[in-house]
């Protein structure tokens, strides 16, 4: 099984603040993806990073796959309070469909 | 376009029964795959379906099954369930194999008594 922790686990900040996630792993993955899951509904797909080193910017979120494939980081700027939930990320070899989920990072933005 | 729904929402079950759990794919999506998130365990894969065929399994007991009809539809399959069965049962569909965009429905609650 390929692991991969988030940190943190938790997070409760302030309307306006920045914040970054981190998801960890010591597997290599073809492809890394984020997911955001709010109560009552399944996850939904914010961005796939393929390429080592690459950086995506999704308006306001800022999505980094490591050199080595192996992590990723999620930064938010200025968070709001929709931003809120459970942020996922999940890696993926290639051609297969099974995802391998981190652990989970609960955001709470407080208004 | 549609997308991924599940059904039932919800279904509360007692201990050794057998639950059957139904998901449509995005029109078009042909690969379907079966997770359960539990507050403990997190998301754990649990099958993949393309073409009718299993593809992939995930590490469950073989209590649970799948399988998929050929209209991409899919149902999942828990016999003599446990207490420790009770979870967010999430599916989602993709175009195909190696398809680094997944889909996923809202899932069905199972809580067993």
């Known amino acids: 099984t390929q692991l991969l922790e988030q940190s943190p686990q938790f997070l409760s900040i302030q309307e306006g603040e920045n914040l970054t996630v981190y998801c960890n792993s010591s597997?290599?993955?073809?492809?890394l993806q984020w997911y955001r899951q709010e109560p009552g509904e399944g996850p939904v797909l914010l961005v796939t990073?393929?390429?080592?080193?690459e950086v995506k910017k999704l308006k306001r979120l800022t999505f980094q796959f490591g050199d080595a494939r192996k992590d990723s980081s999620l930064h938010i700027t200025a968070a709001q309070t929709g931003d809120t939930g459970l942020y996922l990320c999940?890696?993926?070899?290639?051609?297969?469909?099974?995802?391998?989920f981190g652990t989970g990072t609960r955001l709470t933005v407080i208004p | 376009k549609a997308g991924v729904t599940q059904t039932p929402r919800y279904l509360i079950k007692t201990r050794g029964q057998q639950v059957t759990l139904s998901c449509s794919p995005i029109?078009?999506?042909?690969?379907v795959s079966w997770y359960q998130q539990t507050p403990g365990q997190g998301l754990q894969f649990l099958f993949e379906?393309?073409?009718?065929?299993?593809?992939n399994k995930g590490n469950f007991p073989g209590r649970f099954s799948g399988r998929q009809f050929s209209n991409s539809r899919s149902e999942m399959n828990v016999s003599t369930l446990e207490l420790g069965d009770s979870a967010l049962y999430l599916c989602?569909?993709?175009?195909?194999?190696?398809?680094?965009?997944?889909?996923f429905g809202p899932g069905t609650r199972l809580t067993v008594t």
């Open positions: 989602a569909s993709s175009l195909g194999p190696g398809s680094t965009k997944q889909y």
């Open positions: 597997s290599v993955f073809s492809s």
């Open positions: 990073v393929v390429t080592g080193g």
């Open positions: 999940a890696g993926a070899n290639t051609g297969a469909n099974n995802l391998f």
């Open positions: 029109s078009g999506h042909r690969s």
């Open positions: 379906y393309f073409s009718e065929t299993q593809r």
